[in-house]
Nanobody
Framework: QVQLVESGGGLVQAGGSLRLSCAASGRTFRRSAMGWFRQAPGKEREFVAVISGSGSNTAYADSVKGRFTISRDSAKNTVSLQMNSLKPEDTAVYYC????????????????????????WGQGTQVTVSS
């Protein structure tokens, strides 16, 4: 059974930092793209960041570019999201997601950004940024 478990959420003041972690189990995610999405109350889930299966490519939403950094430790099946200079508008439930295993070598360099491209999801962790 595939399982993704997020941790590291919490309450922080604007300008502060948080680091989210996601531990994957149930199958190897070593070559799968891993991403973070978020959903604020009353809004649709939106893309935040993604890292390719190879770990060499990353992509970010414009709203977090320069402030958030995604990384992965494929040996440990974990992915992290370092969030700096947090803003109240970053308040949301953050979800870790894993794409299906790559079908080709070139797929390991892809950075999908649509939630439809990810088949496994965590339960989410709340991030609240106070002004």
């Amino acid at each position: 059974q595939v399982q993704l478990v997020e941790s590291g959420g919490g309450l922080v003041q604007a300008g502060g930092s948080l680091r989210l972690s996601c531990a994957a189990s149930g199958r190897t995610f070593r070559r799968s793209a891993m991403g973070w999405f978020r959903q604020a109350p009353g809004k649709e889930r939106e893309f935040v960041a993604v890292i390719s299966g190879s770990g060499s490519n990353t992509a970010y939403a414009d709203s977090v570019k320069g402030r958030f950094t995604i990384s992965r430790d494929s040996a440990k099946n974990t992915v992290s999201l370092q969030m700096n200079s947090l803003k109240p508008e970053d308040t949301a439930v953050y979800y870790c997601a894993a794409a299906p295993p790559p079908k080709s070598y070139s797929d390991t360099y892809q950075t999908p950004r649509s939630s439809a491209d990810f088949g496994s999801w965590g339960q989410g962790t709340q991030v609240t940024v106070s002004s």
